[in-house]
């Protein structure tokens, strides 16, 4: 048995393999307020847009780079709209929604895990935010005290989400 071409298959592997670990982010456009991109490829892609908050209160020393209102599409879900606080918000959430993101008059639930809020209702959060020009959440401070509030722009957003949902289409039925 010749070990050339199995270890010719077994390289070609393993520089796959080592181009999908280290696939980066590829931007798709700035729009306004709002930041699209795409990582990865094919059936493995996901794409999302994002902003930064233009204005924080209730927590004193975070950075406008580490609070981000993002809705993301991925294989296996779509409209997966998201809030990063930049600080971890407090365990005992299990009582109803504990950040509420208003765009006008509409109020959506949110709930958490460790740094991290999401919408429970994902396709309502896009409509909303296509329609609104700022989305305000409102939520707990780091380890339950006070309360934390975070404005962000929606300018672009509806041109940002455009982009994402034509690098990552729909799965068709």
Known sequence: MSWSPILAVLLA?????????????????????????????AAQKTCYAFARVTRSEGVPNRTAQ???????????GRDQVSLRAGYNYPRDTAAGDPVQVSVGGTALGFHTAQDTAFARDGRAAVTALRNG??????????????QASDTFPLAGFGQAHDAISRECPAPRR
């Open 13 to 41: 592997a393993t520089v796959l393999l080592a181009n999908e670990a280290t696939a980066q982010p590829r931007k798709l456009g700035d729009f306004q307020s709002w930041t699209a991109v795409t990582v990865g490829e």
């Open 66 to 76: 580490n609070v981000l209102l993002m809705v993301t599409h991925r294989p296996e």
């Open 133 to 146: 020009r700022k989305a305000v959440a409102r939520g707990p401070g780091p380890n339950g005290r006070g």
